[in-house]
């Protein structure tokens, strides 16, 4: 089967009912997508899908089928996207394991909308837990990159 993932076209020789998750992380090597829960509710494993964040964690890689993923590697450019820098200027990049999935979920928000309001960004971060107690930086992080949008 081929998927498209961060610009890049792969035939894959895999189970059709693998989880998108291990075949991303496994087979494509991409580790940004962390599997947390498996279950749906944490929002670690998100990655794009056609523009709009997905979880990955037990959807299986033959529902994506001709689909342009894109992952956190997919940011990668000389230079940090805005909402990766707006999370380092507000000391809110904690733990590295729930950020990939807060940095698809805004990075989907931005595109659409580069001037969203507080309560759009919450109900985009919604799906996304953070155990450590970052969230109001993150929060502020992306109020204040959509304030400078
Ligand atoms: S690992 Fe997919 S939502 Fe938690
Ligand atoms: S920043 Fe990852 S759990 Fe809080």
């Known amino acids: ?9 792969h035939e894959l020789d895999v189970d059709r009912n693998v989880p998108l998750l291990h075949v991303l992380r496994d087979a494509l090597g991409l580790k940004s997508v ?6 749906e509710q944490c929002g670690a494993c998100k ?3 056609d523009g709009a964040p997905e979880f990955s964690c037990r959807r299986t890689v033959g529902e994506f089928e001709g689909m342009s993923l894109v992952t956190l590697e997919g940011f990668a450019n ?4 805005p909402i990766q820098q707006a999370l380092l200027d507000h000391n809110a990049a904690q733990c590295g394991y729930c950020l ?3 940095l698809i979920a805004a990075r989907a928000l ?3 909308n580069p001037r969203p309001s507080r309560r759009e960004i919450q109900i985009a971060l ?4 953070c155990r450590c107690g970052a969230q109001p930086r993150i929060l502020n992080a992306f109020c ?3 304030a400078n949008g």
């Open 1 to 9: 089967m081929r998927v498209i993932v961060n610009g890049v076209s």
């Open 34 to 39: 962390k599997l947390g829960c498996g279950l």
């Open 47 to 49: 990655v794009l899908v």
């Open 78 to 81: 000389e230079t940090l996207h």
């Open 100 to 102: 990939s999935g807060i």
């Open 110 to 112: 931005f595109d659409a």
């Open 126 to 129: 919604d799906d996304h837990l």
């Open 144 to 146: 204040e990159l959509s």
